[in-house]
């Protein structure tokens, strides 16, 4: 069964420091794995999309890495801002499939 | 804004009623999906369109569900007898699909019901 595990569930860091969320799948054949940003009452918006030779991709503040021997990804955010506070979502994709396998999602806040 | 849209934001409803949902993708997305997302979890795959053609139906789509895509630009999702389980977000993502499976997916605001 295909599965995307996230960890931590909740994290809670203050403004301006650095964390690490982290992502391990057993999706297979593997296509692709996606990060996601929700804001609390709106939709997923995508961060970055990293296929099998991809080791890394940055999006401004956030950079992704993706181990595909271990099948472990990371979203590490920098200088995090009040305005990263949301849920973060690991997604996997299949080859040839077109559903998107999606894991529970680490809950941000940031504090002052 | 992704560009996504979907009416309603939200939606209460008395159990055994019918709702109906809409999106409207972005204009030139060939491909739209529907997704349900339960609080504290995922969104879970419901049904794809490509162009006005179903391609896709999870098993979580139970015969009291039904999705159209009539002219292959917006769609519609009906929930006949609702069950207090329905409650949920509804969202729509829309992509641009040309053949390979990185098209990022853009995401509507989503509708959330409310089954009494």
């Known amino acids: 069964k295909n599965q995307v595990e996230q960890s931590p569930q909740s994290l809670i860091i203050l403004e301006g420091k650095n964390c690490t969320l982290q992502?391990?799948?057993?999706?297979?054949?593997?296509?692709?794995l996606r990060w996601y940003k929700q804001d609390t009452g709106r939709g997923p918006v995508s961060l970055t999309i990293?296929?099998?030779?991809?080791n890394t991709k940055s999006n401004g503040r956030y950079t992704a890495t993706l181990d595909a021997d271990t099948k472990q990804s990371s979203l590490h955010i920098t200088a995090s801002q009040l305005s990263d506070s949301a849920s973060y979502i690991c997604v996997v994709s299949t080859i040839g499939g077109n559903k998107l396998t999606f894991g529970t999602g680490t809950q941000l806040k940031v504090e002052l | 804004d992704t560009g996504v849209s979907q009416n309603p934001r939200h939606k209460i409803t008395k159990r055994g009623q019918n709702v109906t949902f809409r999106c409207d993708p972005i204009s030139e997305h060939n491909r739209l999906y529907w997704y349900r997302q339960t609080l504290g979890q995922g969104p879970e795959f419901l049904t794809y369109?490509?162009?006005?053609?179903?391609?896709?139906k999870s098993r979580l789509l139970s015969d009291r569900f039904s999705a159209e895509r009539p002219k292959g630009s917006f769609s519609t999702l009906e929930i006949q007898r609702t069950e207090q389980g329905d409650s949920a977000m509804y969202l729509c993502a829309s992509s641009l699909f040309q053949g390979a499976s990185t098209d990022t997916q853009y995401f509507g605001p989503g509708t959330r019901l409310t089954v009494l």
């Open positions: 369109f490509q162009n006005e053609a179903q391609l896709e």
């Open positions: 990293m296929t099998f030779s991809e």
């Open positions: 992502c391990n799948y057993t999706v297979s054949p593997f296509s692709n």
